[in-house]
Nanobody, 123 residues
Framework: QVQLEESGGGLVQAGGSLRLSCAAS????????MGWFRQAPGKEREFVAA????????YYADSVKGRFTISRANAKNTVYLQMNSLNYEVTAVYYC????????????????WGKGTLLSVSS
């Protein structure tokens, strides 16, 4: 089994940048793809980004393309989400996800979740 732990959330001013991290532990050799989802207050959880076993396989939600970048450091079993040009609309709890594939992640097929980290953007 794989455990996921997010970090890096916090309060950021609009226009700023932040990087979230997700550290995987346990049976990390079984990891194929990982992703990020978010859930804003009063809304459903939604897909943000996913990355496959190869760094060249990435998917993004249309709303974050060009502003967010997902990457992974396999040696550290860690996935990152670099977020730039933040605005209030990205305020949400961000969840790391373990997926059977990057496309599956985009489709919402998640094997396990982290507990989430809160990102708040102030004006």
């Amino acid at each position: 089994q794989v455990q996921l732990e997010e970090s890096g959330g916090g309060l950021v001013q609009a226009g700023g940048s932040l990087r979230l991290s997700c550290a995987a532990s346990g049976r990390t050799s079984s990891i194929v793809a990982m992703g990020w989802f978010r859930q804003a207050p009063g809304k459903e959880r939604e897909f943000v980004a996913a990355i496959g076993s190869s760094d060249t396989i990435t998917y993004y939600a249309d709303s974050v393309k060009g502003r967010f970048t997902i990457s992974r450091a396999n040696a550290k079993n860690t996935v990152y989400l670099q977020m730039n040009s933040l605005n209030y609309e990205v305020t949400a709890v961000y969840y790391c996800a373990l997926c059977p594939g990057a496309v599956a992640c985009k489709a919402g097929l998640v094997k396990s979740w982290g507990k989430g980290t809160l990102l708040s953007v102030s004006s």
